[in-house]
T-cell receptor
Framework: GAVVSQHPSRVICKSGTSVKIECRSLDFQATTMFWYRQFPKKSLMLMAT?????????EQGVEKDKFLINHASLTLSTLTVTSAHPEDSSFYIC????????????FGSGTRLTVV | QKEVEQNSGPLSVPEGAIASLNCTYSDRGSQSFFWYRQYSGKSPELIMF????GDKEDGRFTAQLNKASQYVSLLIRDSQPSDSATYLCAVNKDDKIIFGKGTRLHILP
């Protein structure tokens, strides 16, 4: 089945530093990937839509300069949290749609970011 | 009105019984609907998707869609303790997946 690989699974960083999260589609090409964040006991909130070869589309209220998204190939999208602060600590999850086989949208395993 | 609404629960169901999870959505133009299961600290995993009015069955799971009422449900037959998780209803809107807050399901052994 369609697999989306996300790395790292956990990261702890110091306040003010930047963290890059990778999302790869392993056995399909994804022209579009989605980035979500989830706070404890809350729903997944869509942050942005990552489009291969073009600029990402950010949801209202999401700072594009803080959450940099790059989708340079059909199998890789990256999310960089710049100048991270403790309030950025969250569970970040990427997703992609394989397009065939009725798999629905497949999620990566998520990245637990803790900013100290 | 929130785009996708679910009762947060917890919903407690005895083992072996049927668990019924409900979801309503606001956008009549939504075309596809999904149920995901999420264990604590893990990423969501797709259980079922449904596009057409009526029922769709897959093993112990049945998804029901009523577009006129803007209502989607998930039935889990013969509930098992391993079914204890948060169930997320999701709707495809403008090619973006919008999630409800999820319903916590607890299967009582």
């Amino acid at each position: 089945g369609a697999v989306v690989s996300q790395h790292p699974s956990r990261v702890i960083c110091k306040s003010g530093t930047s963290v890059k999260i990778e999302c790869r589609s392993l056995d399909f090409q994804a022209t579009t990937m989605f980035w979500y964040r989830q706070f404890p006991k809350k729903s997944l909130m869509l942050m942005a839509t990552s489009n291969e070869g073009s600029k990402a589309t950010y949801e209202q209220g999401v700072e594009k300069d803080k959450f940099l998204i790059n989708h340079a190939s059909l199998t890789l999208s990256t999310l960089t949290v710049t100048s991270a602060h403790p309030e950025d600590s969250s569970f970040y999850i990427c997703s992609a749609f394989p397009g065939t086989g009725g798999h629905g949208y497949t999620f990566g395993s998520g990245t637990r970011l803790t900013v100290v | 009105q929130k785009e996708v609404e679910q009762n947060s629960g917890p919903l407690s169901v005895p083992e072996g019984a049927i668990a019924s999870l409900n979801c309503t959505y606001s956008d009549r133009g939504s075309q596809s609907f999904f149920w995901y299961r999420q264990y604590s600290g893990k990423s969501p995993e797709l259980i079922m998707f449904i596009y057409s009015n009526g029922d769709k069955e897959d093993g112990r799971f049945t998804a029901q869609l009523n577009k006129a009422s803007q209502y989607v449900s998930l039935l889990i037959r013969d509930s098992q303790p391993s079914d204890s998780a948060t169930y997320l209803c999701a709707v495809n809107k403008d090619d973006k997946i919008i999630f409800g807050k999820g319903t916590r399901l607890h299967i009582l052994p």
